[in-house]
């Protein structure tokens, strides 16, 4: 089959169209009894999967015909295949999210409209009708899971512009910022919680909660900026960006699921259902781009995946109050960043593509290059860096006979990596650095749980709801 | 100045910097009082003026590059100019109508932090970041004032994915209804109000109010079908989409006020100022298309703009409550509508393109037509009824001395306003159009404010807020 052949072959079809019958019946099924979300959640992600694979197939030259194409500089026939299908993703996404909204709030309105003892449906809707009745609803929460869906809709706008027009690397840095002042707006407007708990050691100075007030909104709004950026800049291989959202989202929900499963109703479990809600649909398109992402690519994801990936995880963790977990999660995002830092803000020449430089002889991918000439060699303390670097095992240094600087490998982690490892196929480098996603994710996970019961006393803090 | 020239004249940047700068005066000047809301809009909807107004003309080549340009084919001279500047209106204005959100509540914020009466500014911020005490918050009017904004999203987005991908008709014309799904599902959730008010001769049979139940929701997912496709159907001339646009707008916004200027506090109110919040915003950012699309359009505004805009008409009226009134206001559009259905439907042959015809020797737009050969003639019933329809003065009909059929003119108003007028210039068939539009509007005002009181006993229902 090859990346222009737009039909689902007739094993893709009917394993499609299996799953999406069984998550349908699934669906249909929640309606029996309380209108469990979580499983009409888990169902609506099932049916995100097939709509997303099938979509993405069939959706292809079109996109190619409308512009959206790249090439493949890691393979050996550098043939063009469609760009941008993380904006697939992100429609499909947002469908499935809308089309959840009624679901979390079911038991509400029965609640609301028949005085809790009835659960004929039949009943209900009738009542429901009425309108007048719904005044125990929850709308604070349905207030605070439309504006993540407004959040959302908001980057997945932006990255499409961004996708279509090239903007340039100092103006995208602000998309995510855009696109989270609905966030930060419903909150200062619905929550207006601004203050954070104080370690235990420093408790006697500070109190016990500290009102940090402005403070707050600044750091969630880096939060913001930060995400989705970083997860844009760990990219340049098959797969990588697609694999590292996917490890985050499925971190995150495990650590949801240490609130639901706990002996007693832990206080924080709405907040952790309301992040399961929308990781789910996200793993559910996310995997389905995997598939077509995946060495060898057939399409590329573009920059609409990796911001609104980002996003997915500012909108949880900021309105699950989790924050602090989300950057636990982060780390090798975090390192990546610092890493680029010094070619990011021009220390050392940037060249337009630092993705590892494909050796077409064997195959295998080898850390790229920024070059020096013997005219434009790097400041004496920027070379002395770079020769510590070079020592510490951060960075490979080629000189000349004289000392000169010839090239120094590219500070990205992919670059890095293969530093450590020596050359490797683009799908092995991928496995790598998703393993070593995971088992960073999980340790952070480990210290969050089990290590801050030493500074913090509490687990975690309800919010009233 | 040329069309691809992207910098303001230095008139435009000194009025426009103007305006902007009353207008944030303006803005900073409500949080002194009760931070009123509708002044805060109307100071908002001029930067959002301002803000389009730069970027339609800043961004113009940038679109262009992205191959978002068509040529003007009644013009002289056939250049290529910018296609799809609706997308930077629905964007301003998305972000507008986002940053506004906080106004409306500011009063209830107040309220339920300091107990009514304190109104000093800074305690307010104090208490509200305490975040427990907002249980009085009226986070039903926050749902659906961002349902609506979810909705104007989804719009938006799969506007520019139409503008993009050049979607068949018969695909497009259910992208409205995927975006009315967030408004009927929070409608669902949040009011649930299905009931009608049953005019006077009908209620001794049906009561009062009759539920209509699910036919409800058809009903509205209709409208919502409707104004956004009606509006993109009566199209082709610099202009027209967006005078039509804004007459009705400006016309939805003067039923508002008469609301808001009643001797007693009218039950509707807050409905309506909702509307408003929505309309001068979407008038702001109009206004300023226009004065790029206006003959000689130096920009085309794109599907993109027509949905939005037929949008922002169905969520002001859904959640206003006044659905029928926006009917009213679209006379036109479904005359249009009704006329062109023999076409669209393929009774009759439909050329690729129904704009009237540009005749290059004198300058003015003429009917175009259909063509008839000899050899494919319209069958005996549908003959009859063209010649019947040349015979009421609603159609063109052109035979041989045989009495063949030649041509016919295209079934669009704009070409049969040039049947009955004669041909025109482009500007001056757009503001006759836009004049028929704002008299036949102003008529159904008066229809519904008049006469529906002889059928209805109240003048509009209040829902509980």
Redesign the interface.
Known sequence: MTATATDLSRTETLSLFALTAACVALLANTFQGDGEPLIASLALSGIAFSATYSMIRW?GP??M???LKGVDMSKHHKKEIPECMGGICA?VY??VV??F??FP?YKD?VAATSGGGNRDVVLH??H?????F?HR?P??K??SY??A??SL??I???G??DD??DIRWRHKLFIPA?AS??LL??Y????????IVVPLPLRPYLGELL?V?FLYYAYMCAIAIFSPNSINILAGINGIEVTQSIVIAVLLALNDCLYLFTPYPHPATDSHLFSLYFLLPFLGVSFALLCHNWYPAKVFVGDTYCYFAGMVFVVVSILGHFSKTLVLLLIPQIFNFIYSAPQLFGLIPCPRHRLPKFNARTGLLEPSVTPWTPERQPKPPIAWALHLLHKLKLLRVTTDKEGKFVSTTNFTILNLWLVWRGPLKENRLAMEITAMQTVVGLFGLFVRHKLALLVFKEDNWAL?T
Chains 1, 2 share one sequence.
């Open positions: 959706l079109t996109f015909k409308a512009g429609i947002l469908m809308i089309v909204v009624p709030f309105i809707v009738e429901v009708e009425q309108g007048r719904l609803f709308h604070s349905l207030a439309l504006s869906i407004i809709q908001s997945a706008l932006l499409i512009g279509l027009f855009f002042i609905p707006v419903v200062f407007v619905d929550f207006g919680v601004t203050s009102n007030g009233p």
